[in-house]
């Protein structure tokens, strides 16, 4: 696979992503995702003979994978680097999706699974949120913060910014990724110097 020319699967998993983004875990239907990915609804069934629920996990690491990419490229800077990509990765994502789109790892998290069991997509939300947090952490603490408070930091970074974007997309507005930025900029910037 190639950026350029993606697999008929990872169209189809990108497009699920993008969808639950959108709509939400429950109104994301398998047809809906294929017609979105211009695949074949057959093949859907193929790559993903559990169904929904395998799509929609698959749909979360991916973007799990994504973000962490970006962020471990940017930590290379630093924290307050790592910090910038982060928020500007979700920016960009609700600016040009006209405030429409947010994260589908959140969406995963907040919709009611469809059994009293935790689900495989909900487990990899899991997964995917504390990806980011070590990323974040491991960079704070390569920094001189002791561990449990770069640990602590990570979680408030990861939980604030993915606030953030519902925010946004609820109020039509950067504004609040703006105020989340500056604060935890100055956050880290005080942890690493104190």
Not at 37 to 52: D, I, M, Q, V, W
């Amino acid at each position: 696979m190639t950026k350029n020319n993606p697999s008929a699967r990872d169209r189809i998993v990108a497009g699920a992503a993008d969808m639950i983004s959108r709509r939400g875990l429950n109104a994301t239907s398998i047809r809906e995702t294929a017609k979105h990915a211009r695949a074949p609804l057959g093949s859907t069934y193929h790559y993903f003979p559990e169904g929904k629920q395998q799509l929609v996990t698959e749909a979360v690491r991916f973007t799990g994978e994504w973000t962490a990419r970006s962020l471990r490229k940017e930590l290379q800077a630093g924290p307050v680097a790592g910090l910038r990509a982060f928020l500007a990765l979700w920016r960009k994502i609700v600016v040009e999706s006209d405030f429409r789109a947010g994260c589908p790892v959140l969406a995963v998290s907040i919709e009611e699974p469809p059994t009293d069991e935790t689900s495989a997509a909900l487990a990899a939300a899991a997964d995917v949120f504390t990806t980011w947090e070590n990323l974040l952490a491991d960079s704070l603490r390569e920094h001189g913060v002791e561990p449990d408070q770069a640990a602590q930091l990570a979680t408030l970074i990861v939980a604030a910014v993915e606030g953030t974007v519902a925010m946004c997309r609820a109020k039509h507005s950067t504004q609040p990724l703006d105020h989340t930025a500056e604060q935890l900029q100055a956050l880290i910037l005080a942890t690493i110097k104190g």
